[in-house]
């Protein structure tokens, strides 16, 4: 009993506790990892199809051709509750496979439940062919043929090697007609939407009755003529290119034996699962995650890839950085270095700490209620008013989405700096105004580069604290789809008033507000790994840089 006594008042056993609860904290965090690592990147690897012969009570055999998407174990019980006959010698537990057949076009449904019992025979055939399309989802089925304008061209066993070289056909026809859409048809209404709020400033400008110089009008009719001409080019352009992208279409038959016809304008991508090697499957893997990296989402955001989210997000991120770190850093200065130390200095100080734990959401109400109504209403009566009553900045925005995660993640980066610069010895800056050099020399040459890390740390911490919130940009900018990019190559090239994508709103848009949510949960598992990795670089990042200027001033803090 004196043993056991003395073991707890030497602390081992808190020591032991201690010990266990971050290593259960660990084990829980890589878990969680682990968990959504494997159901997001296992996604894009190109699963075998199977065909299988399933009984139907009261029908004939039929034939499902597709993917397995997942398994479970239920109770007979819970099976006889959704309505399923089962005869009475059914176990307590049966298996049941979630099948995904995909043909939602043909079918009206992408997945289906199969019992295992219900299952006769499996098979993986050599020729069973996946088409990714931009819409109706996958196709499962066999190849039988290819037509051209209407006209039979490849009609064997194996028309593969016709299909593959009409496919890179279709898919550089698709990236120009992206490239027109996109960008040069884009870029041409800009500019002609500029043209005209340009007329509708010199008009109001004018006297009652008064028109406009022959010369200005002639120079905005000129140049006006010029886009529509090019609209026109592009515009027909455009119809050659739909036309020769639909050219080509594919002769297919469901698992079923169901002839489908199937258009190659619509088809992204093809690959035999059952048939590829080791190499082509990893090359596929790779060609499907940087199409998940580099394209935009299709299909109400169920399928295709989360470029825009991505590109919004580091945007934001970098915006919110430039706005919240000088403010941040003077506001610390300020009260550590020139702010009288009393009552006030300390009110201030537990105000700061107070605001980071006041609820995300309240940022975001009040940057709708001042940043856009209030001051964004304000720009547009006195900047944009031609452009009225469509709002320009009155309305969310990337510029008021970074200054509002800017205000929320200002408090982190004042105490992050104060507390840098409270451990800076009061020896050096005496020692630097002895030197000769004025108060402001001492804070710009030696104060602030000694309490670097410290600012370091507050920033990249406030970037890692906003790229992960959701609920305040919901309210000041981002939205489900964004039709173009902030960026771009019309002048002033960044376009701040425009709507942006998120990741976190877009896992939260395809998890919960999917129409088609078993097809879209891979989805929300990748794109939460990629929120993850996002924010692990960048604390990575911060701790290099910090490390890094902590030993260049290591010498100077010793002192």
Excluded: C
Excluded at 521 to 531: E, F, I, K, N, S
């Amino acid at each position: 009993m004196t043993r056991l006594r003395h073991w707890f008042a030497s602390g081992a056993p808190w020591i032991w506790l201690q010990a266990s609860a971050v290593s259960l904290s660990l084990i829980m965090v890589l878990g969680l990892l682990l968990l959504v690592a494997t159901r997001g990147l296992s996604h894009f690897w190109p699963a075998p199809v199977e065909e299988w012969l399933v009984d139907t009570p009261g029908e004939s055999p039929g034939v499902l051709m597709g993917q397995v998407h997942r398994s479970e174990w239920v109770s007979a019980e819970r099976l006889r509750e959704a309505g399923l006959l089962l005869p009475e010698g059914a176990g307590v537990e049966m298996q049941r496979h979630l099948f995904k057949i995909g043909n939602r076009d043909v079918t009206g449904q992408d997945f289906t439940w199969v019992l295992d019992r219900d299952i006769r025979d499996r098979s993986r055939p050599l020729n069973a062919l996946v088409l990714e399309r931009t819409q109706w989802g996958n196709f499962f089925g066999r190849l039988v043929g290819i037509r051209e304008a209407g006209r039979l061209v490849s009609l064997s066993d194996e028309p593969w090697t016709e299909l593959d070289d009409r496919l890179d056909r279709v898919v550089k026809l698709r990236n120009r007609i992206d490239e027109i859409e996109r960008q040069e048809m884009t870029s041409v209404n800009f500019r002609l939407e500029r043209l005209r709020l340009e007329e509708i400033g010199l008009t109001r400008s004018l006297a009652p009755g008064e028109s406009l110089p022959v010369d200005e009008a002639g120079r905005l009719a000129e140049e006006r003529a010029v886009l529509q001409r090019r609209f026109d080019e592009l515009a027909e352009e455009l119809a050659r290119l739909f036309e020769d992208i639909r050219r080509d279409s594919l002769l297919l038959t469901t698992g079923a034996g169901e002839e489908v016809e199937v258009s190659m304008a619509v088809v992204l991508d093809a690959w035999r699962p059952n048939a590829m090697t080791r190499g082509e499957r990893f090359r596929h893997y790779g060609d499907q995650l940087w199409s998940f990296l580099s394209d935009p989402p299709r299909e109400a955001n169920t399928a295709g890839g989360i470029f825009p989210a991505l590109f919004g997000t580091v945007l934001m991120v970098i915006l919110m950085s430039i706005f919240v770190t000088p403010l941040g850093v003077m506001a610390a200065v300020y009260l550590r270095e020139y702010a009288h130390q009393g009552w006030f200095t300390r009110f201030v100080r537990i105000s700061v700490n107070n605001l980071a734990g006041v609820p995300s959401i309240v940022y975001g109400v009040f940057g709708l209620g001042f940043f856009i109504y209030v001051v964004g209403g304000s720009i547009d009566e006195l900047f944009f008013s031609e452009a009225l009553p469509a709002p320009t900045f009155g309305t969310g925005g990337l510029f008021w989405a970074s200054l509002t995660l800017a205000l929320l993640t200002l408090p982190v980066v004042i105490v992050s700096t104060e507390e840098g610069l409270t451990r800076i010895p009061r020896s050096v800056r005496e020692g630097s105004m002895a030197l000769g050099a004025t108060r402001w020399e001492t804070l710009w040459r030696t104060i602030l580069p000694m309490a670097s890390p410290g600012i370091m740390t507050g920033v990249i911490l406030a970037v890692a604290r906003a790229a992960g919130e959701v609920a305040p940009l919901m309210l000041v900018g981002v939205v489900k789809l964004a039709p173009s990019l902030p960026l771009d190559g019309d002048f002033p090239y960044l376009h701040l008033d425009r709507k942006f994508m998120h990741l976190g709103f877009h896992i939260f848009d395809v998890g919960f507000q999917s129409p088609n949510v078993e097809a879209a949960r891979p989805l929300v598992y990748a794109t939460a790994l990629l929120l993850v990795l996002i924010t692990l670089v960048l604390n990575l990042t911060a701790i290099a840089i910090r490390n890094r200027l902590r030993e260049r001033y290591r010498s100077l803090e010793a002192q």
